[in-house]
């Protein structure tokens, strides 16, 4: 057996730990650095341009109660034929305020505007729109229970379906339709939809 030389130092395995311990200090930092860099890509997305599995695909079916008119249903099926929209909105939805004039102006140059109430109670819904001036849609049905919504793919009030005069779901605007969201989207799909 050898016998160690009091001129050589003995290496001890402290002294090889520390190379090894530097990598796992750093391995957090490299995460951290990670989640980072994901954080401010996501933030650079604008949260309107979500995708929609329904746009290109045929719309949803409905037979809703009209909410003007509880008794009597309103189908999806007898839009069929001509380009319309659907508006998704609820009475305690601060931005679907905000869009009333954007969608009072669509009925005004003609565009078939079909409102879904959801998950509201009739009486503030009816309220809402008595203090909105007037209804700023064609028709409007009324899903209590979201069923339909969801079948939609709404994932927040208000959002905006373009569905073509054969059915098919040709845009969704999620948020408030706004002018510059009218301007620079809404009316060069529109046109699109109509030829």
């Known amino acids: 057996m050898a016998v160690p030389s009091p001129l050589r130092p003995r290496l001890r395995p402290e002294s090889v730990r520390p190379a090894r311990h530097r990598w796992r200090a750093l391995l957090p930092l490299a995460l951290l650095l990670g989640m980072v860099l994901?954080?401010?890509h996501g933030l650079q997305r604008d949260p309107?341009?979500?995708?929609?599995?329904?746009?290109?695909q045929p719309a949803p079916v409905f037979e809703l109660p009209r909410l003007e008119a509880p008794d009597?249903?309103?189908?999806?099926?007898?839009?069929?034929?001509?380009?319309?929209?659907?508006?998704?909105?609820?009475?305690?939805?601060?931005?679907?305020?905000?869009?009333?004039?954007?969608?009072?102006?669509?009925?005004?140059?003609?565009?078939?505007?079909?409102?879904?109430n959801y998950k509201d109670e009739t009486a503030a819904a009816r309220r809402w729109l008595e203090s909105a001036g007037h209804a700023p849609f064609e028709a409007m049905v009324r899903d209590?229970?979201?069923?339909?919504?969801?079948?939609?793919?709404?994932s927040a009030v208000p959002e905006t379906f373009v569905i073509d005069a054969d059915g098919i779901v040709r845009g969704?605007?999620?948020?408030?339709?706004?002018?510059?969201?009218?301007?620079?989207e809404f009316w060069p799909l529109w046109k699109k939809v109509q030829e």
């Open 144 to 154: 209590a229970d979201g069923r339909a919504a969801l079948d939609w793919g709404v």
């Open 38 to 40: 994901l954080l401010a």
């Open 72 to 116: 009597e249903l309103l189908a999806s099926s007898a839009l069929r034929g001509r380009p319309w929209v659907l508006n998704v909105w609820a009475s305690w939805c601060g931005p679907c305020r905000e869009e009333v004039p954007q969608l009072q102006q669509l009925v005004e140059r003609g565009v078939t505007v079909v409102g879904l």
């Open 172 to 184: 969704r605007f999620v948020g408030a339709l706004t002018p510059q969201v009218l301007k620079r």
């Open 48 to 56: 309107r341009a979500l995708p929609s599995a329904l746009v290109g």
